[in-house]
C-alpha cells in the first residue's frame, strides 16, 4: 500500500482507532459498502490535501459513500472523540495552524476597485 493515501497502519487502526468508531455506532442497519479503514484514510486524505470530495482518489471507493460517513461522524462528535483520545494516550501529536485572513498582506491591485459601482451613464448607484 503506499504510505501517502494510507498514512495509519491496518495494525494501528484496528487496535487503537477501530474500537473508538465502533463505540461511537450501532450495528444495526445495511452492512457497510466500504470499510471504516477505508473512510478513515480517506477522510486522513482529504483534510491533509484539501482536495474536494469528488476528487478523491478511486481507491478509496465512491466519494459521496466518504462523505457521507465524514458528516454523520461530524455531527456525532466522532473525529474529535478520536482525536482527543489518541493524544491523551500519547498515540498522536497534533499540530494546529490557525490563519486569519487580517494577517495575510495584499497587493495593493488585490483590493478591489475603489468607490461603487459605476452605471453606464458613468454616475455612481448607491
Known amino acids: 500500500m503506499d504510505k501517502r493515501l494510507y498514512p495509519v497502519s491496518l495494525k494501528f487502526f484496528d487496535s487503537e482507532i477501530k474500537p473508538l468508531i465502533k ?18 484514510n480517506a477522510i486522513l486524505y482529504v483534510l491533509r ?40 494516550h500519547k498515540k498522536l501529536k497534533m ?10 498582506k495584499v497587493h495593493r491591485h488585490g483590493g478591489g476597485q475603489k468607490g461603487g459601482t459605476a452605471v453606464e451613464d458613468g454616475t455612481e448607484q448607491e
Not at 28 to 40: C, H, L, M, S, W
Not at 95 to 104: E, K, N, P, R
Request: glycine share 8%; aromatic share 18%.
Open 23 to 40: 463505540k461511537c455506532y450501532s450495528a444495526a442497519g445495511r452492512p457497510q459498502k466500504i470499510n471504516d479503514y477505508e473512510v478513515f
Open 49 to 88: 490535501t484539501g482536495v474536494p470530495w469528488r476528487d478523491l482518489p478511486k481507491c478509496y471507493g465512491y466519494w459521496h459513500t466518504v462523505c457521507l460517513r465524514f458528516n454523520k461522524g461530524s455531527k456525532r462528535g466522532v473525529w474529535w472523540y478520536i482525536l482527543m483520545h489518541l493524544q491523551q
Open 95 to 104: 499540530h494546529v495552524v490557525l490563519a486569519d485572513s487580517t494577517t495575510f
